[in-house]
């Protein structure tokens, strides 16, 4: 098994057991809150309401009782905290993943571009050799001109195809039959 995919499944444990963990914890304090809530009702039922406002300062009063033994709660609060924290941090790991997955993207596309560059360059550079060893003497030169376009610092994996194409044996045939030959030779 590769190291990345023990990492993968390393991280993936470690997630479950946290995510298990968290569901423990708030089911536990869904439990406390049910005691409690239970027991604020039971304390305040004794009390006889007369009066329907009576009866809503009741509730309230039981809703407040309710909230206070809530905040008591040492892991509400700490689960309320941590489920914020976890809400960040998830939003922060998309962030990150989707960030990484463009930045891959980009990568892939520009070697995909950059092989098709590569690929056309070739290409053209077939032609302009085929070219060069044509019988008609303009289309030779012509085409010896054209492998100048090929002497650019970016395309420096072709130069020495290119020097080849221009070297002493294949040039000299291809200007002596032009017309400035002379011209062009010095002589």
Known sequence: MSAKNHRTRLTLVI???LAISYIGVQTFIARQYADLSEQTEKHFKAIQASS???RKQLEETIALGI???RK?????TFVTNISATIGVLVAFASIWIGFRQYIQTQEKQQ???SKDRRDRIAMELNSLWQGITSENTTERAGCAAGLQDLLTEDKSGF?????SALG???INPILAGHADYEILSGS
């Open 15 to 17: 997630l479950l057991i």
């Open 52 to 54: 329907i406002d009576e």
């Open 67 to 69: 909230e206070n033994s």
């Open 72 to 76: 008591k709660l040492f892991w509400a």
């Open 111 to 113: 070697m995909e571009l």
């Open 159 to 163: 130069h020495r195809r290119v020097a």
């Open 168 to 170: 002493k044996r294949s």
